[in-house]
């Protein structure tokens, strides 16, 4: 007996087959229930489903669902009064929405108008501000010089700190080639050595005349400058007291209101580490730059303490490196580091000096001169240790300042309105 070999395949079994028809019909349907194609079409189907679902997802993720509609507030029936509680609400949403949202939408235009008036008028008010220094800066130089027709004598008080930053140099030559008495004045000797206002006393009477002074004792100092005017110009009528800001030129004027008259403060000095230690210009760039500066002046003297042992830091390190062991040791940033240590000399937890050229001198001082020194300790006797700087160069004159104009200005704010317009 034959088995057919695709009855095998088929796992039919043993079979007899007796007939070829009706193996034909087997075969033919053997064909038909392949497993190989009913397998391709399973992924194929899969594929599709797999895809349809894709799109649905990103279609529901993409859709827009409506929004949906205010529901009206309705009182349950059961409610007592329910008519007159239905009223009260339509009334309150008719009044929501008639007058209060009206209402703010009124106030919130009303904040953006005032903001934008607020921004406008803090614009004008730093505009009104630079121009009042520009035409004080002004004002304060031609007074310095139209003075020399004026005056009689003149008083120019100094910083005892830095008294060769605070000099006027352009002035100091005009009144002295008018042949015009001039009296150099150190004011402020309690803040600095002895040693260092006797050293600036010396320097500066190569110069001209000069006195030490302590303005908080009133006796004494009215006492010393009444000494040296008497003996530097004794026919004066009008002396004039010029000087930078914050030197102390009030508190002169006060001895003798009659015969001595403050001239309006330097503004027109260009603003320098010099002056911004002492505070008599205001310090507008980064306060980083100012400390470099100011750590780059410091010196040392035989015997004294130097800014490196009074802070606790290795010797001879850059301003950089200082500023950022500081920080370490203060546990803070670098600039801020910078910040504190121009506050500990702005507010006088450390003291500090200029220290004065060698200049030696035979002169001997007067008894009201002597008493005045008594105010300022000498160096050994001094409880706080003092940071020593080099002396600053003469301030310079901002000439920008004094030569701004405002024309091209006000044509270009014309323009713009117009443009606005």
């Known amino acids: 007996m034959i088995i057919n070999p695709v009855l095998r395949s088929f796992n039919l079994g043993p079979c007899f087959v007796n007939s070829t028809k009706h193996s034909q019909s087997i075969i033919k349907m053997g064909r038909i229930k ?44 059961s409610l007592p009064n329910r008519e007159q509680i239905a009223e009260e609400v339509h009334q309150s949403s008719e009044f929501l929405q008639n007058v209060m949202k009206p209402l ?69 030559g005009s009144i002295l ?45 009215e006492k010393c400058l009444r000494s040296i005017i008497e003996s530097v110009c004794p026919k004066a009528n009008k002396i004039a ?19 001595l008259n ?41 015997e004294q303490p130097d800014f490196y042992s009074i802070y606790g830091l290795p010797d001879n390190e850059s301003p950089e490196a200082v500023l950022s062991l500081l920080a370490q040791k203060w546990s ?13 000399f702005w507010n006088g937890s450390q003291k500090w000096f200029c220290v004065p050229p060698p200049v030696k001198s035979n002169k001997s001082e007067n008894d009201a001169q002597l008493a005045a020194l008594e105010f300022s300790r000498p160096m050994d006797l001094c409880l706080d240790p003092f940071v020593q700087f080099t002396a600053g160069q003469a301030f310079q ?11 091209e200005e006000d044509e270009e704010e014309e323009e713009g309105t117009e443009e606005e317009k």
């Open 34 to 77: 392949s497993k190989r194609s009913s397998l391709k079409m399973g992924q194929v189907i899969r594929k599709k489903a797999k895809a349809k679902k894709e799109r649905e997802r990103k279609l529901y993720k993409h859709k827009q669902m409506p929004k949906k509609g205010r529901k009206n507030l309705i009182a349950p029936m």
């Open 104 to 172: 703010a939408s009124q106030v919130s235009a009303s904040i953006d108008n005032s903001y934008d008036s607020q921004l406008k008028s803090m614009k004008q008010e730093i505009k009104d501000k630079y121009h009042e220094r520009v035409d004080q800066a002004i004002q304060s130089y031609n007074t310095a010089f139209n003075a020399l027709q004026e005056y009689d004598a003149f008083i120019e008080v100094l910083d005892a700190r830095d008294p060769s930053a605070c000099r006027f140099l352009a002035a100091e």
């Open 177 to 221: 080639g008018e042949k015009k008495p001039l009296i150099i004045l150190i004011n402020k000797i309690d803040m600095v050595p002895r040693e260092a206002v006797v050293g600036w006393l010396n320097e500066l009477r190569r110069t001209a005349p000069s006195v030490a002074l302590m303005g908080i004792d009133q006796e004494t100092s």
């Open 241 to 259: 007291v010029m000087g930078l800001p914050n030197v102390g030129k009030s508190t002169i004027c006060a001895y003798n209101t009659r015969l």
């Open 262 to 302: 403050e001239l309006p403060a330097f503004s027109f000095a260009i603003a320098s580490e010099e002056l911004s230690l002492m505070q008599t210009v205001v310090w507008t760039d980064p306060m980083y730059h100012l400390a470099l500066a100011t750590i780059n002046r410091a010196v040392s003297t035989p």
């Open 332 to 344: 803070v940033k670098p600039k801020s580091a910078a910040k504190l240590l121009m506050e500990h």
């Open 397 to 407: 004159i901002n000439e920008e300042l004094l030569g701004e104009t405002f024309e």
